[in-house]
């Protein structure tokens, strides 16, 4: 018999339900048209990369692509057919397992022998391989999309198109970290990137910009920018070493994260929210001080252009972004009602990315917004705009209004309305009482008189105003409630 059991969402991830996947379509759409007004288009990317693309985009040293990537051994990189009839050869192995030269213990056999279910998808990965060809055939979810978009950058020639490359995304990205409010293991970010010749601040300036409308667009108006400038690849290394060097001297007083990322990744250090380290953080050089002159202009440049198009800002040094590719201009925007997770938008400058991926020289500049805490931050405020749900109940009753209420139901439909026609007879009350509880906003009454008479009867459901209309004139009246919200 089987096993009776209740399935749920894996830890990390979450269904989003009506009524709230409706705010999440408006978000998204919104997105879109903000977008596409400046001229940017739709990148539909893969879910899953090579693990190389993200290791080398975003840094082998950084959290994400050393903690947090979903990653698997991928069958689909294996096109010679060692991999065909997984858990048949298993099942061999299993059978011909020695004990005496194995690492395969008895029970692991006994397993493999009873559950050849779960084996199986074990035999799609190292059991069956050899541990060379797992590790060279490694896919991943991707951790977010940037990477990918340069990648496709590259695949298909993009640097020869007019003009800058301007691309949007939209979708789900996998980050294995601890789920709390605001922090899930599948999460989702609509995006934005400009890929070109040239790294003109105006470029930095007109992408922030575009975010900002966006914010306000969508009722985000208790944001914060930060702005910050983290030098190119000429000035950020000497940087980096005074910085080490000068974390060495203070090392006996920070955490033991903090002291590894002196090794590691010493910028990231300057990311520290441990209270007792921030006096120390504080002390140490900033990088605005070490920037050469070319970074130092682009970044005033920029600040210039956000004063021109009347973009409010923060500077933060401390800003420096968890992404090993970015450079010069990096940025993040927060909001309100978020707790500790309060950052929903990061992004910035990462010209040489392309070339680190095989790609001709290129510049860059985007940003990822957390669609999740977007979300919730627009839930939490003032501003939940007014979707439309569902305008019209048929409230039909008696056979013979069937087929009138069928063909009205059609024509409202048609006109763009939300219309809900109930598949079986209700008693009257009943039906009214369905139309309210699935909110709404106005009952269309169709009884034998209403036939007769080829009148409807149109009920407000908010204040329970009745109006006696034909055909026409209900289409019109409900066509112009629709347009005027
Ligand atoms: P955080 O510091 O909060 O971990 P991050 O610097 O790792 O963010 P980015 O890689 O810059 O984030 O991604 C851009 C945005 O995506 C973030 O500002 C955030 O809104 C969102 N985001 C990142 N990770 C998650 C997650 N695990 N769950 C929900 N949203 C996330
Ligand atoms: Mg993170």
Same mark, same amino acid.
């Given at each position: 018999?089987?096993?009776?059991?209740?399935?749920?969402?894996?830890?990390?991830?979450?269904?989003?339900?009506?009524?709230?996947?409706?705010?999440?379509?408006?978000?998204?759409?919104?997105?879109?048209?903000?977008?596409?007004?400046?001229?940017?288009?739709?990148?539909?990317?893969?879910?899953?990369?090579?693990?190389?693309?993200?290791?080398?985009?975003?840094?082998?040293?950084?959290?994400?692509?050393?903690?947090?990537?979903?990653?698997?051994?991928?069958?689909?990189?294996?096109?010679?057919?060692?991999?065909?009839?997984?858990?048949?050869?298993?099942?061999?192995?299993?059978?011909?397992?020695?004990?005496?030269?194995?690492?395969?213990?008895?029970?692991?056999?006994?397993?493999?022998?009873?559950?050849?279910?779960?084996?199986?998808?074990?035999?799609?990965?190292?059991?069956?391989?050899?541990?060379?060809?797992?590790?060279?055939?490694?896919?991943?979810?991707?951790?977010?999309?940037?990477?990918?978009?340069?990648?496709?950058?590259?695949?298909?020639?993009?640097?020869?198109?007019?003009?800058?490359?301007?691309?949007?995304?939209?979708?789900?990205?996998?980050?294995?970290?601890?789920?709390?409010?605001?922090?899930?293991?599948?999460?989702?970010?609509?995006?934005?990137?400009?890929?070109?010749?040239?790294?003109?601040?105006?470029?930095?300036?007109?992408?922030?910009?575009?975010?900002?409308?966006?914010?306000?667009?969508?009722?985000?108006?208790?944001?914060?920018?930060?702005?910050?400038?983290?030098?190119?690849?000429?000035?950020?290394?000497?940087?980096?070493?005074?910085?080490?060097?000068?974390?060495?001297?203070?090392?006996?007083?920070?955490?033991?994260?903090?002291?590894?990322?002196?090794?590691?990744?010493?910028?990231?250090?300057?990311?520290?929210?441990?209270?007792?380290?921030?006096?120390?953080?504080?002390?140490?050089?900033?990088?605005?001080?070490?920037?050469?002159?070319?970074?130092?202009?682009?970044?005033?440049?920029?600040?210039?252009?956000?004063?021109?198009?009347?973009?409010?800002?923060?500077?933060?040094?401390?800003?420096?972004?968890?992404?090993?590719?970015?450079?010069?201009?990096?940025?993040?925007?927060?909001?309100?009602?978020?707790?500790?997770?309060?950052?929903?938008?990061?992004?910035?400058?990462?010209?040489?990315?392309?070339?680190?991926?095989?790609?001709?020289?290129?510049?860059?500049?985007?940003?990822?917004?957390?669609?999740?805490?977007?979300?919730?931050?627009?839930?939490?405020?003032?501003?939940?705009?007014?979707?439309?749900?569902?305008?019209?109940? &048929? /409230?039909?009753?008696?056979?013979?209004?069937?087929?009138? +209420?069928? %063909?009205?139901?059609? =024509? #409202?439909? $048609?006109?763009? !309305?939300?219309?809900?026609?109930?598949?079986?007879?209700?008693?009257?009350?009943?039906?009214?009482?369905?139309?309210?509880?699935?909110?709404?906003?106005?009952?269309?009454?169709?009884?034998?008189?209403? &036939? /007769?008479?080829?009148?409807?009867?149109?009920?407000?459901? +908010?204040? %329970?105003?009745?109006? =006696? #209309?034909? $055909?026409?004139? !209900?289409?019109?009246?409900?066509?112009?409630?629709?347009?005027?919200?």
């Amino acid at each position: 018999m089987t096993e009776k059991r209740q399935f749920r969402a894996i830890k990390g991830t979450r269904d989003i339900l009506p009524p709230d996947s409706a705010l999440w379509n408006w978000f998204e759409r919104t997105a879109r048209e903000v977008f596409e007004t400046y001229g940017f288009a739709e990148i539909r990317l893969p879910i899953f990369e090579e693990t190389e693309v993200f290791a080398r985009a975003i840094g082998a040293e950084t959290d994400v692509v050393g903690k947090e990537m979903f990653t698997f051994p991928d069958p689909s990189l294996l096109d010679d057919g060692r991999f065909v009839s997984g858990w048949q050869k298993l099942k061999e192995l299993a059978i011909a397992y020695d004990p005496g030269r194995d690492t395969m213990t008895a029970e692991m056999r006994e397993q493999i022998l009873s559950q050849s279910r779960v084996w199986a998808l074990a035999a799609h990965t190292s059991i069956l391989w050899s541990l060379e060809d797992a590790v060279k055939n490694l896919s991943s979810l991707r951790p977010e999309a940037t990477a990918s978009v340069a990648r496709a950058y590259i695949e298909h020639g993009m640097h020869t198109l007019p003009g800058n490359v301007k691309l949007y995304y939209a979708g789900p990205m996998f980050r294995r970290e601890r789920p709390q409010k605001g922090r899930y293991r599948q999460f989702y970010q609509v995006g934005a990137e400009v890929l070109g010749h040239s790294d003109a601040p105006s470029i930095d300036a007109e992408v922030l910009e575009m975010l900002l409308v966006l914010f306000g667009r969508v009722g985000l108006t208790n944001t914060r920018l930060y702005v910050n400038s983290i030098g190119c690849k000429d000035c950020r290394p000497k940087y980096v070493e005074l910085l080490r060097t000068e974390l060495q001297k203070v090392k006996d007083e920070l955490g033991p994260d903090s002291q590894r990322r002196i090794e590691t990744n010493p910028l990231r250090v300057l990311d520290s929210k441990l209270p007792e380290e921030q006096p120390i953080i504080e002390t140490l050089p900033r990088i605005s001080d070490h920037l050469c002159a070319d970074c130092r202009e682009h970044f005033a440049k920029l600040k210039d252009e956000l004063k021109l198009r009347g973009i409010a800002y923060e500077e933060n040094w401390r800003l420096v972004r968890g992404l090993d590719y970015y450079t010069r201009t990096t940025f993040e925007v927060t909001a309100a009602g978020l707790g500790s997770q309060n950052a929903v938008c990061g992004g910035g400058r990462y010209d040489g990315l392309v070339e680190l991926l095989g790609g001709p020289p290129t510049k860059g500049i985007g940003f990822a917004i957390g669609t999740d805490r977007a979300i919730l931050s627009i839930q939490e405020g003032s501003n939940l705009p007014k979707l439309p749900g569902l305008a019209v109940y &048929v /409230a039909w009753m008696g056979a013979k209004t069937y087929p009138t +209420a069928v %063909a009205i139901a059609r =024509k #409202l439909r $048609e006109c763009g !309305l939300g219309v809900e026609l109930p598949p079986e007879e209700m008693k009257f009350k009943k039906s009214l009482g369905l139309a309210d509880k699935l909110g709404a906003r106005y009952a269309l009454i169709i009884g034998e008189d209403e &036939v /007769a008479s080829g009148t409807y009867t149109l009920k407000r459901l +908010a204040d %329970a105003d009745q109006k =006696k #209309l034909n $055909e026409n004139d !209900l289409l019109e009246y409900l066509e112009s409630e629709r347009r005027s919200g």
